[in-house]
């Protein structure tokens, strides 16, 4: 998609524990009526939405985090039971300005997306400066830990941007994690912040392990 092409105002997507970044793919069950009336929508026109974290769940209109990342809907399916089967292909990071006031049962927020423009193209990495082999078995360490299942294999087909963002996305992070991976910019410390907290992670699992 072309910057000129960027929607300015969109639907918003709340949804804690949960981030796409540009370039990876996420499925998502739709139930809720207001995301059921937003989806419905978004298929009548560029199919955009966008998807961020809420600051708290509590409440019908929870404080949200201010960066998250413009989404398009690749694929639909409708249920018997009126659930939404979607999947998403992230486009390009967010910067939230402010929100609108709607009739709609979703929210809409003018949102910015100058500062990661760069989501846009692809540039060539110099693997080497990266230590991607311990980082990844870092992560197969701290994810069976977590009795996550993963396939290394499949995870080292992908170019470095998406194995940064495909491992913020599957891992069970803290939403303050998540959120801090989202908002980085530049592979380069991408990588370091996504290390940094792997390696938080498995300090912490190491430590209560200890004292059991």
Do not use: W
């Amino acid at each position: 998609m072309n910057s000129k092409n960027l929607p300015q105002k969109i639907a918003i997507f709340p949804l804690s524990n949960a981030v796409i970044f540009p370039k990876t793919i996420l499925p998502l069950n739709i139930f809720e009526d207001r995301y059921i009336q937003l989806v419905d929508d978004c298929m009548k026109g560029q199919r955009l939405f966008g998807m961020v974290q809420p600051r708290i769940r509590a409440g019908f209109k929870p404080k949200v985090y201010s960066v998250g990342c413009l989404s398009k809907i690749i694929s639909f399916n409708e249920t018997k039971d009126k659930r939404f089967l979607i999947t998403l292909s992230g486009i390009i990071r967010f910067r939230i300005r402010e929100e609108f006031k709607t009739i709609k049962m979703y929210r809409e927020f003018k949102v910015d997306y100058s500062d990661f423009i760069d989501d846009l193209n692809m540039h060539e990495i110099d693997h080497k400066q990266f230590d991607v082999k311990n980082l990844l078995n870092k992560v197969k360490l701290f994810l069976e830990k977590k009795n996550y299942s993963i396939e290394i294999d499949e995870l080292k087909k992908l170019n470095l941007d998406q194995l940064i963002s495909t491992i913020s996305m599957i891992s069970p992070f803290s939403v303050e994690e998540k959120q801090k991976l989202i908002e980085t910019i530049g592979t380069k410390y991408r990588f370091k912040i996504l290390e940094e907290i792997i390696n938080f992670n498995l300090i912490d699992i190491y430590k209560y392990q200890t004292i059991q």
